[in-house]
């Protein structure tokens, strides 16, 4: 809730068809899992409430949504359109997920209720169900993506254990892939570095490879002190000589543009 705090729904929320990819993936998570937690209340099948609920919370929230959201939250400017998206996502989701769990976590649901921003009822038992934005379909594979970014944290994971990184973002990430499947891997472009958290990340065509292959190494980039990503710009403007380019931008200008993560 802490990420919440100064946004006001009324007008600083990113109309749906304005917002980053990822953003809008997450909703769309949300809205499958709101019909399936309504049904599950209609047939008092309270226990699969608990399960669905749950799930979503450790797997696409924790486990992807918001670790990749937390560069985006914490390094661009706090009026941005990149950070206004990634709230206007988590104001929905909080808004929806309060309501999940009132029935069955009915004082920190109430807690919760009176820490949300914009104005409401004096108790979450006083609403009814939040209407979630509808979230139409892109082209980008999550699924295939998704994949992909387990298969990349093995790897690192790999590296870590071998005392060759300390974090993610002490590596770059090369994925091989056949001609075929180039479009799928590559639809995150540069951005695709921030949804695995590692400092670099780029697809190439390898036509030795019928699948896409993960190829992990450290980098030998300098560190920015801001963001902790390893970039060969870093230290580039003199006025910010340990920022990298994108911290410079974000400190000193408009504030750089995600589409995608």
């Known amino acids: 809730l802490g990420n919440l705090a100064g ?17 809008r993936w997450a909703l769309r998570r ?3 899992l709101h019909e399936e937690v309504v049904t ?31 560069d985006r939250l914490y390094t661009t400017p706090p009026k941005s359109h990149a950070r206004r998206s990634a709230q206007t996502a988590m104001y929905h989701i909080a808004e929806a997920m309060v309501r999940w769990l009132a029935p069955v976590l009915s004082f920190t649901a109430e807690e919760i209720w009176s820490h949300l921003p914009g104005r409401r009822e004096g108790s979450v038992f006083h609403s009814i169900w939040h209407v979630l934005p509808q979230v139409p379909a892109d ?18 994971e790999r590296l870590r254990e071998a005392g060759e990184i300390g974090s993610p973002l002490a590596a770059e990430v090369e994925i091989a892939v056949p001609a075929s499947e180039q479009a799928k ?51 580039h403007d003199a006025s910010h000589p340990e920022l990298c380019g994108r911290c410079v931008v974000n400190v000193a200008g408009a504030g750089e543009e995600r589409r995608y993560a």
Do not use: N
């Open 139 to 156: 082209r980008i594979d999550w699924d295939a993506l998704l994949a992909l970014r387990g298969d990349v944290a093995r790897e690192l």
């Open 7 to 23: 946004f006001d729904p009324a007008t600083d929320a990113v109309p749906v068809k304005d917002m980053i990819a990822l953003d």
């Open 30 to 32: 949300a809205s499958a």
């Open 40 to 70: 599950a209340y209609r047939e008092y099948q309270f226990h699969l409430v608990y399960q669905k609920v749950h799930g979503f919370c450790v797997v696409e929230l924790g486990g992807c949504y918001l670790d990749v959201l937390k």
């Open 185 to 235: 891997y590559s639809a995150l472009g540069e951005e695709l570095r921030f949804f695995f958290i590692t400092s670099a990340a780029r697809v190439v065509v390898d036509a030795s490879v019928s699948v896409a292959t993960v190829r992990v190494k450290a980098t030998s980039a300098p560190k920015c002190v801001r963001c902790w990503h390893r970039r060969e710009d870093v230290g």
